[in-house]
């Protein structure tokens, strides 16, 4: 409708996954890299978790592309399935003859014994077998046990059935279950597909529209594009979702610029946030509508999109400085009265100050902050304890899996700030002033951009960094555990080796691998290892 206004061939920004649209982000190819990984790699599990529209469909359409033709795949997207259901249907994607139930019922073996039996003879003449099970976080346990044993069969040099199991983030946490630890110990490669950054967003935006064949100036500027990635948190399909309605907004009102007013508007209709009186969305294909009839138009009939708003996983933000002692203590000061209930439908408790949130916070780390130390960060340090900055989102505190405090933003940017102390799949559970309440995460993203503050705890050997050349007999003891390997006999030194170690580690816990120790590798680091820290669960159950 838009698409001769603007100068462009066609639509660019539909939802559909038309392979001309294609953009690979450096996280999306270090995704598919995983998977390619995995498929040489001898077997076992692979995990590839990313939120709701991050691109993880993508990326999987990219690794079956790249599958050599010597590999037998059988993709299932439905897995809400029994074991029996589940074992006849990779019966079917192999296309494997199974012996038909005697009587009326069906038993795991007679779709055991065809399978184990195809793998064996397909690997007896050079061929390997990819089981891919998308939306995998709606497995139920006993059909991931199953899919364990799947794995038992085995050469003396590789497994004969490569599983990759694609979710969304709950999916890492079904795998760190207890219950699921023989699973957990067969996962040889494991990433979570992060959002897009805002340079990325800008590139993806430019991408769609010169694929779309723009002919004219692009219709959003830079600042445009920056606004789209706040919008939007860098999640591709919550980018189109925006973009189109912002497209077909800027066309109603005969803007050949999408304004900063038109994608708040467009952010309103498409993600359903809730807007002051005043700022109300314009309900754009209504205007549209009338637009036209009064140009004696034919009546259109417009197709509106469904949205799904999730909160995405951007990178982690640089420890801001520590505020000034007399900021601190006006903070102090206006922590005392908790803020202001909120509209319906939105978070109605909340601290004015961060610092009445640091002493909510501080029990679940064993310590306590007095209420007329000015800095939260510096008192803590004398516990071993280190604030840690973010606004990577939902995402990243899945990741960390540690209670924290959330910074929420009113209509005028003005802060309030909540302990978070349960996350699950679709909801999350907040403190304040001794009270709690639980929202759903559409709710909580009317309010909160993604900026939450946490402690981590350093091990007593890490001096703040580390140079080549310095003893790192912690650190490779840590990484020895974590692995569930010996520790290694005589002094570790920080070297090439040590790094790849690190670089290993990383990547196994889907982190980005650099090599280099900083907070985030060292708290899923002493997580792996087994060190006791507060999680998000565990403050639940204390909470009062």
Not at 387 to 415: H, K, N, W
Request: aromatic share 6%; hydrophobic share 45%.
């Amino acid at each position: 409708m838009y698409a001769k206004f603007f100068g462009l061939g066609q639509e660019p920004f539909s939802i559909a996954p038309d392979p001309r649209y294609l953009f690979m982000s450096e996280r999306h190819r270090e995704a598919l890299a995983h998977l390619l990984y995995g498929l040489r790699g001898g077997g076992g599990f692979v995990l590839l978790t990313g939120e709701i529209g991050a691109g993880k469909t993508t990326v999987c359409r990219c690794f079956l592309e790249q599958i050599p033709p010597r590999c037998n795949v059988a993709y299932i997207f439905n897995p809400k399935l029994s074991v029996i259901e589940l074992l006849k249907t990779v019966c079917e994607e192999f296309h494997i003859p199974h012996v038909a139930p005697t009587g009326d019922v069906e038993t795991v073996k007679q779709y055991l014994d065809p399978l184990n039996e195809f793998l064996l003879r397909t690997h007896a003449v050079g061929q390997n077998n990819v089981l891919i099970i998308d939306e995998a976080q709606n497995l139920s346990a006993e059909v991931l046990e199953q899919l364990r044993l799947l794995t038992n069969l085995e050469t003396s040099e590789r497994k004969l059935l490569q599983i990759i199991l694609i979710g969304q983030p709950e999916l890492r946490s079904m795998v760190a279950q207890p219950a699921l630890e023989q699973l957990a110990q067969r996962v040889i490669a494991r990433f979570h597909l992060q959002a897009l950054s805002a340079a990325e967003t800008a590139q993806y935006v430019r991408h769609r529209l010169e694929v779309s064949g723009l002919a004219g100036p692009a219709p959003f500027d830079a600042a445009a594009l920056r606004r789209v990635h706040q919008l939007a948190r860098g999640v591709p399909r919550r980018i189109n979702l925006l973009c189109d309605r912002a497209l077909l907004g800027a066309y109603a009102q005969g803007q050949r610029q999408v304004k900063r007013a038109t994608l708040n508007k467009a952010a309103a209709e498409v993600f359903d946030q809730a807007s002051q009186p005043s700022q109300r969305p314009m309900r754009w294909v209504w205007v549209l509508g009338l637009a036209l009839a009064a140009a004696g138009a034919s009546a259109l009939l417009l197709r509106t999109q469904p949205s799904q708003p999730q909160p995405p996983e951007p990178q982690p933000a640089m420890p801001r400085p520590a505020p000034t002692a007399s900021a601190a203590s006006a903070a102090t000061l206006a922590a005392a009265a908790p803020a202001a209930p909120a509209l319906a439908g939105r978070i109605s408790l909340a601290w004015r100050g961060e610092h009445a949130a640091w002493q909510d916070l501080a029990p679940a780390w064993k310590t306590t902050l007095p209420p007329d130390e000015p800095d939260a960060c510096r008192a803590f340090r004398s516990a071993r304890l280190a604030c840690f900055r973010s606004e990577g989102g939902l995402a990243v505190l899945r990741l960390l899996d540690r209670p924290a405090i959330l910074t929420l933003r009113d209509g005028a940017g003005q802060p309030s700030y909540v302990t978070l102390v349960q996350l699950g799949a679709q909801s999350a559970t907040v403190r304040a002033g001794g009270s709690s309440e639980t929202v759903s995460l559409s709710t909580l993203a009317r309010q909160w951009q993604g900026e939450f503050a946490t402690l981590w705890r350093w091990p007593e050997a890490y001096a703040g960094k580390l140079g080549a050349g310095q003893d790192a007999s912690w650190l490779a003891a840590a990484l020895a555990k974590a692995a569930d390997e010996p520790a290694q006999r005589g002094p570790s030194r920080y070297d090439a080796a040590l790094q790849a170690r690190i670089a290993a580690f990383q990547r196994a816990q889907g982190l980005k691998v650099d090599g280099l120790i900083g907070p985030i590798t060292l708290m899923q680091l002493n997580r792996a290892a087994g060190v006791q820290e507060p999680r998000l669960d565990s403050l639940q159950a204390a909470a009062p």
